[in-house]
């Protein structure tokens, strides 16, 4: 009967344990359709809406166990600045002051060094701001389902996962949820000049944003694997039947780079840019909940093999933004940029803008631009910055089985 006994307690114990170690699609469908909601009208930085949010992820994070690390031993990480008036970064001297906050919880394993998992929370709000890409937004509520309730939701979840599964081989956990990354990286750097841990300890910094959209060739960009050495082995290892694109580059377009510019080894999840990027468009329902739980898994594993190891070392990496030559046109098309193959893949065209009236369509494959020959964005982006507004010139295409040359007249 003992026998029994012990053996039935054992087998629910591990059933538990099974249980406990998967990450939860049930937890990311409620963390997305919250995050993404009408009720936060697009969580815009500085709003009463995206204070909600703040709300709503430090009471997971206090449900998962974390301990408060932001300010006076609450999560919030408050911060202060002044909104740019225009792309280029310019603030007017009576810009109006924002408060804002990012979201911090930390998982204290008792180890000398920390992992950082992190995803920015706010979006373009109703579309007020000079970063939408629909042809009218204003008033119109940008959810952000992808970009980025997915990698928010992505670092509940991991923070839950950590916490159950109580991985302490080397490592504390800190889950930074950033806002004011639309408006600059602003949460990002904001914490980066004012830590509430000592970042001279942490081992390494994981960054999600917009994990939601796997598409099925399971293809995933993974950046920043140039910034330490047991990255590339590591991802490689691991990849299973993703599709991995590596960039090896610190710095990017999202809330990595602040870390980077600390000396901070870096990795980078994105499932590729699409055609609802920044527009009302981007909704829970085109989200990929079980892609996303693929990510997840993925990055559980990487993430587990890197905290077996003793704290990374740091390499600076060629940023792909330091040469990118500046143009004063676009095509308005949505490259692909977990595209492997020759040329620009072409995942979504404005309506109104050049390419569009071109009759370019989502699928083409840019390969030459005027007299350029376009193999990739690099060649791409050369092209562009030969041309001005006004000119004309052909955009050539393959389509299929067929190769276009579509005239084309930039505004």
């Known amino acids: 009967m003992k026998s029994f006994a012990l053996s039935l307690i054992c087998l629910l114990w591990t059933a538990q344990s099974l249980f406990s170690q998967n990450i939860s699609e049930k937890n990311l469908q409620k963390n997305i359709a919250y995050l993404a909601s009408d009720k936060l009208k697009g969580r815009a930085t500085g709003t009463r809406e995206e204070r909600k949010a ?41 810009a109006p002051q924002i408060n804002s906050q990012n979201v911090v919880g930390y998982l204290d394993n008792q180890a000398e060094y920390t992992i950082v998992i992190g995803a920015h929370y706010d979006h373009l709000g109703l579309g007020h701001d000079h970063n939408s890409l629909e042809v009218n937004p204003e008033g119109k509520i940008h959810n952000g389902a992808d970009d980025n309730a997915s990698g928010t939701s992505g670092v509940i979840e991991l923070a839950r996962y950590f916490a159950q599964n109580g991985v302490k081989e080397s490592h504390n956990f800190l889950f930074l949820c950033f806002s004011g990354e639309e408006l600059g990286l602003v949460g990002s750097k904001k914490y980066t000049e004012n830590p509430t841990i000592d970042l001279s300890k942490v081992s390494f910094m994981v960054n999600m944003d917009m994990i939601g959209r796997l598409n099925d060739e399971k293809r995933l960009m993974v950046g920043g694997v140039g910034t330490a050495p047991d990255f590339v082995p590591t991802v490689t290892g691991l990849k299973g039947d993703f599709l991995v694109k590596l960039d090896s ?14 000396n901070i080894p870096v990795l980078f ?81 404005t309506d109104g803008r050049p390419a569009a009236r071109a009759g370019m369509k989502k699928g083409d494959i840019i390969v030459g631009l005027g007299d350029f020959e376009v193999k990739n964005i690099r060649d791409y982006m050369k092209a562009l910055a030969a041309f001005k507004k006004g000119d004309s010139t052909t955009v050539k295409v393959k389509r299929e089985k067929e190769e276009k040359t579509l005239p084309v007249t930039f505004q």
């Open 54 to 94: 703040a709300g709503y992820i430090a009471k997971q994070f206090k449900k998962t166990g974390l301990s408060p690390k932001g300010d006076n031993n609450t999560y919030l990480h408050g911060f202060t600045f002044k909104k740019s008036s225009d792309p280029h970064g310019n603030v007017a001297e009576n």
């Open 249 to 262: 580059a610190g710095i990017g377009p999202s809330d990595h780079t602040s870390f980077y510019l600390k």
């Open 269 to 349: 999840f994105f499932t590729g840019q699409h055609s609802d990027y920044h527009k009302p468009s981007d909704d829970i329902e085109k989200v990929n909940i079980k892609g996303e739980m693929a990510v997840l898994d993925f990055a559980v594993r990487v993430i587990e093999a890197l905290d077996k190891k003793p704290k990374l070392s740091f390499q600076e990496t060629k940023s792909n933004q330091s040469d990118t030559p500046s143009f004063k046109v676009t095509l308005g098309i949505m490259p692909d940029y977990v595209w492997e193959g020759e040329g620009v893949h072409v995942d979504g065209v």
